[in-house]
């Protein structure tokens, strides 16, 4: 369409100045474009163009034939000239907008194409081009809301318009309302099993703003006790296209069977997109701690900073860079490091395969490793003693050293469904391992806490089948199991997503 438009404009514009040899011209351009042969249309085109200023249909032709033979440089110049000499010509602006628009030059672009759209209803066709692809630039930048206003008034000039349809379409399914139910099993050697339950609604307040809302409850069971913990939340989250920014809020209530009952937490988190496919977030999160069967006879509230440097490259480039410092309300911290990456061995259609490495290295302020009996029982005999002991409330590590290599795979046998797992192996894992040794003898027993060099190896692989079931609704299966430095455990989850698809369609398809 676009070249069949050029060729239309060029031949009557060529016409006006010198019909038999512009006549020669465009044949003899058209033969070569229907050859293939872009590079040599655009030579016999240029002399023309050079000598014929007040031609713009023919400086269109010559600037799309440079562009099909890769002469990009001469392609943009020949807009830029024409465009000069012919400011008000609607389809020039047009064509050289969706050229910038195709190079990814985007501020140019919006140069280009807005004053067609600040003109008056003698240029509508051409407006509605602009609208679609100013539109476009909106959308590639995150800016939903703004995107979604210039395809709804793109196809108020056009209906027909199918790319602003499209886009449309694509919008209002993103930002659909939704509800979510999802199941969590766990257990490991502490021993400590739990079982959660969470159902999840949201709705979008703009395309880039949703609002969501969250319950749930998690059972834990150790020793034949069993505890009970219900959460519920709100979050409310937004992006500013202007500074790239990502913005997050939420907070709620705690209510434990053991404890403090009742208590309060909160969430906030402020990210920046950054250029090559990089964004730099903070975070700051107070919520309970529940990872040790001694932290369910106490109320152990944690307050987590953190900052991720984050890498998503089209490449198929991916990882993190993680600091974090957790503190706790005895006055104890844990500061963590992490970094992963992940490079692409083999990408296609149908999945992929990544290998990746990874570096974690965690201490605590104080340790919380404690005899697991109050009353001790000391053999009256000569020679060291140890007791045993348990983290008490909470995991304190103290110069953990992880060392890890990553696979990870995806295979898509359907459009709809994905195979995907993954797992790590620690290369080289060592920690400082608390001992409790014994210094006296009865009646005037000293306990010391002491430390010794340990090697180990965690593990983990993780598998997930996750899909379509309908274009409403979608089902996610997970399992994983694993050894770190404290414990082994296994999970297994499903999480089943409702989304409003339907609603979001009709919305799209009213305008």
Do not use: C
């Not at 149908?350 to 990874?358: E, H, I, R």
């Not at 201490?363 to 009256?380: E, G, I, M, N, Q």
């Amino acid at each position: 369409m676009l070249a069949a438009s050029v060729l239309a404009g060029a031949t009557g514009g060529l016409r006006a100045q010198s019909p038999g040899a512009v006549v020669d011209t465009i044949a003899e351009a058209r033969r070569l474009r229907d050859a293939g042969q872009y590079g040599a249309a655009a030579a016999i085109l240029g002399p023309y163009v050079a000598g014929h200023p007040d031609d713009p249909g023919t400086a269109r032709l010559a600037a799309l034939m440079s562009y099909w033979s890769k002469d990009l440089a001469a392609a943009r110049a020949t807009y830029e000239r024409a465009l000069e000499r012919h400011p008000d010509d609607a389809d020039l602006r047009a064509e050289f907008g969706k050229f910038l628009v195709d190079l990814g030059q985007t501020a140019r672009a919006r140069e280009v194409l807005t004053p067609l759209v600040e003109t008056g209803p003698r240029l509508r066709p051409a407006s509605g081009r602009a609208l679609t692809l100013l539109g476009t630039l909106d959308y590639w930048r995150g800016d939903y809301a703004r995107a979604r206003n210039h395809f709804i008034e793109s196809l108020s000039v056009d209906p027909t318009d199918a790319d602003a349809r499209r886009q449309l379409r694509e919008i209002e399914m993103a930002s659909a309302s939704w509800v979510r139910v999802a199941g969590v099993g766990w257990h490991d050697d502490q021993p400590l099993d739990h079982t959660a339950f969470e159902a999840e609604g949201g709705w979008f307040a703009s395309p880039v703003t949703p609002l969501s809302v969250r319950v749930g409850s998690t059972q834990f069971a150790h020793d034949g006790v069993t505890e009970t913990v219900t959460r519920a939340d709100a979050g409310v989250a937004t992006f500013f296209p202007g500074p790239r920014l990502d913005v997050s809020l939420g907070g709620g209530v705690v209510d434990r069977t053991f404890g403090d009952a009742s208590d309060w937490t909160a969430r906030v988190s402020l990210g920046v997109r950054l250029p090559g496919n990089v964004a730099l977030e903070g975070r700051f999160e107070r919520a309970p701690y529940l990872s040790t069967a001694a932290s369910l006879a106490t109320s152990v509230m944690t307050q987590t900073l953190d900052a991720t440097l984050r890498l998503r490259a089209a490449s198929g480039w991916v990882g993190d860079a993680t600091a974090r410092r957790e503190t706790f309300d005895d006055d104890n911290a844990v500061t963590t490091g992490y970094v992963w990456l992940f490079a692409p061995v083999v990408r296609g259609a149908g999945g992929q395969l990544q290998v990746g490495y990874s570096f974690a290295a965690q201490s605590a302020t104080y340790s919380r490793f404690v005899p697991r009996d109050d009353a001790l029982t000391v053999p009256p005999r000569p020679g060291p003693a140890t007791v045993p002991g348990i983290y008490d409330p909470y995991y304190t590590p103290r110069n953990l050293r992880v060392h890890s290599g990553l696979l990870s795979a995806t295979v898509r046998p359907t459009p709809r469904w994905s195979i995907a797992g993954n797992g790590s192996v620690g290369v080289h894992a060592r920690d400082d391992a608390p001992v409790l040794a014994v210094v006296s003898r009865p009646p005037n027993v000293d306990i010391v806490r002491d430390y010794v060099a340990r090697e180990f190896t965690p593990w983990n692989v993780r598998g997930a089948l996750e899909g379509s079931v309908t274009d409403a609704v979608r089902l996610a299966l997970t399992a994983e199991h694993g050894k770190g430095p404290y414990y082994v455990y296994t999970t297994a989850g499903v999480r089943l997503t409702y989304t409003f698809v339907a609603a979001a369609r009709r919305r799209a398809d009213r305008y």
